[in-house]
């Protein structure tokens, strides 16, 4: 096995996705953030779009996109702020929103997420979390892999894959990903579902990257938002507490969207791929206790390749 070196940028832990994009110029870049109504979301968009960026947000609730459009150009200037309908939890939404999109897509941030829901399925029987997290934006990326092509070869196109420390609790439990013969756990299904976050970008990275499409995945922080809607404090603090770790300070949505920002845009990022970001730096080897760092399953080569396949297969019905 190779060892690369650890890729480090100057920026830390408070440091906003303005900062870290501070002199970049994205003009004639075209980006799309799925979930961009929100949260950590919203300022990923702001920050691309006052770099010049032309940024589609990618919403299921049109209103709440408009109204999150308005609001980053009032505050960039940058009128190229545009909205489309896209439920990733619905394969036809995703095909819809994907053949709708004309001409090259330099950056895709798969950003939308839901986290610890009681259990839900699709349709399909697909449980919710790993659907709408993994699967949807393993959907989306291939249908708009044209895109991204036609991106790389004109300067360069990235995925950016935002997943989670969460993701060291569970790796993708390929006998039972649908927890049809194992007891359903909100938090279980969350950390395995960004583990395949994780796992698609080392995917993506090997896969794509002789079309110029580089991928990358990070945890971004803690940052108070909507996401912790079926959490309770009680829980939140339970959880903050089960580590080692000095308990981290929440971070501001602008700060929780630097490490996105930096991926998606940082010319520091040019030619990196399959790797794991916290903090704006590349992450180490978790060590046992710690909430920190990335999981060797995470990274795993052979995971990933047999994660996409089992992606192909599922999505084939
Ligand atoms: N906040 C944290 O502490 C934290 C920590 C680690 C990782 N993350 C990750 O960061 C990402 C952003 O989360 P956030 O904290 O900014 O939470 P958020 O404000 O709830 O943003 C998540 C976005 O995903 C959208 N979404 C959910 N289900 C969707 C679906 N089926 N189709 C399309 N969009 C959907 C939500 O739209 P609606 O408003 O319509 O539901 C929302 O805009 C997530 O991937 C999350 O796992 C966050």
Redesign the pocket.
């Known amino acids: 096995m190779t060892v690369s070196t650890p890729i480090t940028t100057p920026f830390g832990a408070t440091s906003t996705a303005a900062e870290v994009l501070d002199g970049v110029d994205l003009t004639g870049r075209r980006i799309i953030v799925?979930?961009?109504?929100?949260?950590?979301?919203?300022?990923t968009a702001r920050a691309l779009a006052g770099a010049g960026a032309e940024v589609t947000l990618?919403?299921?609730?049109l209103a709440?996109g408009e109204r999150a459009a308005e609001d980053i150009i009032a505050s960039t200037g940058n009128k190229q702020v545009l909205v489309g309908r896209?439920?990733?939890?619905?394969q036809g939404?995703v095909a819809e929103f994907a053949a709708a999109w004309d001409g090259p897509l330099h950056v895709l941030v798969?950003?939308?997420?839901?986290?610890a829901s009681p259990l839900m399925r699709t349709p399909q029987g697909w449980e919710?979390q790993f659907?709408?997290?993994h699967l949807?934006h393993f959907a989306l990326a291939n249908r708009l892999h044209p895109a991204l092509a036609a991106g790389g070869a004109a300067g360069g196109a990235r995925i950016v894959s935002?997943?989670?420390?969460?993701h060291l609790r569970s790796p993708v439990v390929f006998e039972d990903i649908h927890f049809e013969h194992r007891p359903y756990d909100p938090w279980t299904a969350?950390g395995q579902?960004?583990t395949a976050?994780v796992l698609f970008a080392v995917e993506v990275a090997e896969r794509w990257a002789g079309d110029g499409i580089t991928a990358n995945a990070l945890?971004?922080?803690?940052?108070?938002?909507?996401?912790?809607?079926y959490v309770t404090e009680a829980d939140l603090d339970r959880l903050r507490g089960q580590s080692t770790d000095p308990i981290a300070a929440?971070?501001t949505?602008e700060q929780?969207a630097a490490t996105?920002a930096l991926l998606a845009a940082s010319p520091l990022l040019d030619g990196v791929g399959g790797r794991y970001f916290e903090d704006c730096n590349e992450a180490g080897p978790n060590q046992p206790g710690s909430r920190r760092g990335v999981a060797a399953y995470a990274l795993d080569p052979a995971a990933a390749a047999r994660l996409w396949q089992v992606s192909v297969d599922t999505l084939a019905g």
């Open positions: 799925t979930g961009g109504a929100s949260g950590i979301g919203v300022e990618a919403v299921r609730d709440a896209l439920d990733l939890a619905d939404s798969d950003n939308a997420g839901i986290m919710m659907a709408t997290n949807g935002v997943s989670s420390s969460a969350y579902a960004k976050n945890h971004p922080g803690g940052i108070r938002t909507r996401l912790q809607r929440w971070k949505p929780g996105s």
